[in-house]
């Protein structure tokens, strides 16, 4: 690699006081993905920004192919060649408009386009772009209509509609499924061999894996690590990124004592299989598959939000069939919710008032709060479960991803619960704070049953001391911690027949899953 | 730096700032402005559209809105006429007869919303518009006035009743002889309350969450359905003890009257997001915004501004205040992070 696409020498950014970017050096080759590593609050995100436009830069110089590039605004970046496809999809789609048009929107401002709209033609250019990508879909159909997946093609090919230089992804496989990235990264694949150099930011160590071809790491505003030799030093770079080594998590694993939850013969839908699972008091089961394996389902059930359409469950041996939340939350069964923005985090409260908000009423007196209560009570919480902060006091937003996430698992443990249920409780959330977030549930799990659910094996893998598989709305597994055979949960997860997995003739799936019950 | 501390300090103090200087102005420049009947004037000409304000400030705090509260008034202000004059009821039947109207098309409203799903705006628009053609249906579009002839060729022989005309026209002592009017003292009171509410009480700080994030409210075990519902019957509660005591004071059921409350109540609830920086709804604020409309009128009255002149004022108050809580607030917001 002779060529430099992009070039960043000494990149300084600060606000106010925060000195975020400390003199990034960075090269990014064509033809190559270099993928950005680097816990929340490292300074990413800000990287991002100042490289589309969106903030200026203090001090320092970039280049693009030699030239100073310095955009004004995210419209000068991507008319220089640099395109960014942000974290949230919906940024990078209009979702009541259909395929074609997203796809050739563009045109549609640009200088000479003329008054009215020609659909015919569009639509022949939108299926060029979408050919080119490998897309599929008829491209008269509503964005809104398409799977995430899909939707977050569609943005990266309206990127690609630009015919950049420099392509960044920030997270783009954070609400993917397995099967889902593979098509993302197949794609990635084709523009590496196009030639555009790829600046790619993930948490995922599979993604990682998969697409690497240098790894850079950032650490408190700069860079604290640089892997370019193949093969890549995939330890070194997480020990780089986090400041000290990666250590594999042992779990002493609990079997739990009475049992807490006990599910029978429920149906996920109206007619698929049935399903029994039991969660027992003290143990931390981890429930994992693929986007559409039931698993939300299955959560949004247990919390009452869906009622199901066969089935029995029980709390403590009591029959339990809740309503809605407030009646699952009356009965001790909680849940931390996947998808934080959207479904837990209340933007204009500060972090004290977001704890406490399913339990104003044990803060109160004849409705009445007591702000000095909440802010104790908080405060308490924050000290234990390690947010990092000024004080109860500090706007919710103003935290990084994974000090949000501390306080919405917080929010649910400051009142004793019969049963913690955790959807995706590590999404967007980096390696540190996902330890001590999982290191907090496992030392708080005495006398409740802890379930979580999660799509990375990984982290089934170092948060529970039991793992169940479901796949197309069945148990398709179960393993107890310590000996787990890799090679045949993930079998499971994909739906393969454990047949396939051979090493263990005549071991089915399901017989597994009885041994270990 | 320093512009930074500006700016803050702009956002949290310049409302109320300006409501000070406003009032050191006129003091000065007019001739009887800084008095105590004057201020109790000011309150009095605010004390109705405060309390329509009160009303769908709740309303806005669940992400709401209400556009039916001057309906709801005036068709308080009919009814309450109606049933004393032509039916001839006891005060306190009138009172009790208007305050279930209230709530009742308050709960229509949120049932509207929550139930069949039409937006806020769009419900309430329809309710206004409802509303505005069921009031004149029983009196044939005419005021209700004491020996006003009836369908049947009969005239309506009920009168007001003192106790319900005390409502709007007593004046209680305090500190000097007959100085607080009773609406006064009901919006007071009133705004207290709300002021409680909304910002001290857990079901306050609910209302605010669903405001913030339904979906997480809902998620955390919040009734958000019935919630709303109670925010909208508030507000129709609030609309018409605000109808009732112009009734009260105008001692007829006029047809013709209340027609700026929507706008002027809404306006002050507006206003109330800029007060303190808030940049949301707030009880306070609403009583302040309420206020700072009563107090420049009142002064630019006082300086002999043609009276025509009074609603381009308010408008240019309102917008001044929108841009206060929604730009300066989100050049605040982009600094910090």
């Given at each position: 690699m002779t060529e430099i696409a992009c070039k960043i020498r000494g990149l300084e950014k600060s606000f106010g006081q925060n000195h975020v970017l400390r003199g990034i050096d960075l090269d990014l080759a064509p033809g190559q993905v270099t993928v950005l590593m680097g816990a929340n609050g490292a300074g990413k995100s800000t990287l991002v920004k100042v490289l589309c436009g969106y903030h200026r830069k203090d001090a320092g110089s970039l280049e693009l192919a030699g030239k100073p590039y310095e955009p004004a605004d995210a419209a000068d970046a991507i008319s220089s060649g640099v395109v960014t496809v942000h974290q949230s999809i919906d940024d990078g789609v209009i979702p009541d408009l259909d395929v074609a048009t997203n796809l050739t929107l563009d045109r549609l401002t640009q200088p000479g386009a003329g008054l009215f709209v020609h659909d015919r033609k569009l639509r022949e250019a939108a299926r060029h772009v979408a050919e080119g990508m490998g897309l599929t879909m008829d491209v008269r159909t509503r964005v809104g209509d398409l799977d995430v997946a899909d939707r977050q093609m569609i943005a990266i090919a309206r990127a690609m509609a630009r015919a950049p230089r420099i392509l960044v992804l920030d997270e783009?496989?954070?609400?993917?499924s397995a099967t889902e990235a593979a098509r993302l990264f197949q794609l990635i694949d084709r523009l590496r061999a196009q030639g555009v150099a790829i600046l790619y930011i993930s948490h995922r160590m599979s993604d990682i894996r998969r697409v690497a071809d240098k790894i850079v790491c950032m650490r408190d505003g700069a860079i604290s690590g640089l892997f370019a030799e193949a093969p890549l030093d995939y330890e070194g770079a997480v020990s780089a990124m986090l400041g000290h080594q990666m250590t594999d998590v042992d779990i002493d694993p609990q079997a739990g004592t009475a049992p807490v939850l006990e599910i029978e013969g429920l149906r996920l839908t109206e007619d698929g299989p049935t399903v029994d699972f039991t969660a027992r008091a003290g143990e931390v089961v981890a429930v994992t598959g693929l986007l559409g394996s039931g698993k939300t389902r299955l959560a949004e059930i247990i919390f009452g939000l869906a009622s199901p359409p066969a089935g029995t469950m029980r709390i403590d041996g009591d029959a339990y069939a809740p309503r809605h939340a407030g009646e699952a939350v009356a009965r001790g069964v909680f849940m931390s919710p996947k998808d934080r923005r959207a479904?837990?985090?209340?933007?204009?409260?500060d972090i004290a008032d977001n704890m406490t908000l399913p339990f104003l009423g044990a803060f109160s007196r004849l409705s009445f709060l007591s702000g000095r209560r909440q802010r104790q009570a908080s405060d308490d919480m924050i000290g234990r479960i390690g947010v990092v902060c000024q004080g109860g006091t500090d706007s919710i937003l103003t935290l990084s991803g994974g000090n949000q996430q501390k306080v919405m698992i917080g929010r649910w443990l400051i009142e004793p619960s019969r049963v913690l249920l955790l959807d995706?409780?590590?999404?967007?959330?980096?390696i540190g704070a996902r330890r001590d977030i999982g290191q907090h549930i496992r030392e708080t799990a005495n006398g409740r049953a802890t379930v979580v659910f999660v799509s990375e094996i990984d982290e089934a893998l170092e948060i529970a001391d039991r793992i169940v598989v479901l796949n197309e709305g069945a148990v398709a597994g179960e393993h107890i911690s310590g000996k787990i055979d890799l090679g045949q949960l993930v079998a499971q997860v994909s739906g393969q027949v454990a047949g396939t997995a051979a090493g263990k003739p005549g071991a089915t799936v399901g017989a597994e899953g009885q041994d270990h019950g | 730096m320093g512009n930074e501390r500006f700016l803050n300090f702009a956002i949290k103090y310049g409302f109320l700032i300006l409501l000070v200087g406003l009032v050191i102005f006129f003091s000065l420049s007019t001739n009887g402005f800084g008095s105590a009947r004057s201020a109790v004037f000011i309150l009095q000409s605010v004390a109705i559209t405060g309390i329509l304000a009160l009303g769908v400030t709740c309303t806005l705090v669940v992400d709401g809105f209400d556009l039916s509260i001057g309906s709801v008034a005036t068709s308080s202000l009919m009814l309450s006429s109606y049933a004393m004059v032509v039916l001839e009821l006891s005060a306190g039947s009138a009172i009790l007869l208007c305050l279930l109207m209230g709530a009742v098309v308050g709960l229509v409203n949120g049932l509207l919303i929550v139930k069949f799903k039409v937006p806020d705006l769009l419900a309430t628009l329809g309710m206004m518009f409802l509303l505005i053609g069921l009031q004149r249906i029983p009196t044939q579009g005419n005021s209700v006035a004491t020996g006003m002839a009836l369908p049947d060729g009969s005239t309506a022989e009920g009168t007001f009743s003192p106790a319900f005309l005390w409502l709007g026209r007593h004046r209680m002592d305090f500190f000097l002889e007959n100085l607080l009017p009773v609406p006064v003292v009901i919006f007071l009171l009133i705004a207290v309350g709300i002021w409680l509410f909304l910002g001290f009480t857990r079901h306050g700080r609910l209302m605010y969450a669903i405001g913030s994030n339904e979906r997480a409210a809902a998620l955390v075990g919040t009734p958000v359905n019935l919630f709303k519902i109670v925010a909208y019957m508030i507000s129709g509660v609030m609309a018409s003890v605000g109808g009732m005591l112009l009734a009260a004071r105008l001692g007829r059921g006029d047809?013709?009257?209340?027609?700026n409350l929507l706008l002027d109540s809404v306006a002050a609830a507006l206003i109330g997001f800029a007060v303190l920086g808030a940049a949301r709804p707030n009880a306070f604020g609403t009583a302040i915004g309420a206020l700072f409309v009563g107090i420049l009128l009142q002064g630019l009255t006082m300086m002999n501004a043609p009276y025509y002149t009074q609603d381009f004022v308010k408008g240019a108050v309102l917008v001044i205040a929108l841009v206060f809580t929604f730009y300066l607030s989100s050049r605040r917001g982009a600094g910090g992070k």
């Open positions: 783009p496989t954070s609400s993917l479904n837990a985090v209340i933007p204009d409260f995706e409780p590590f999404q967007g959330v980096d | 047809i013709a009257s209340g027609t």
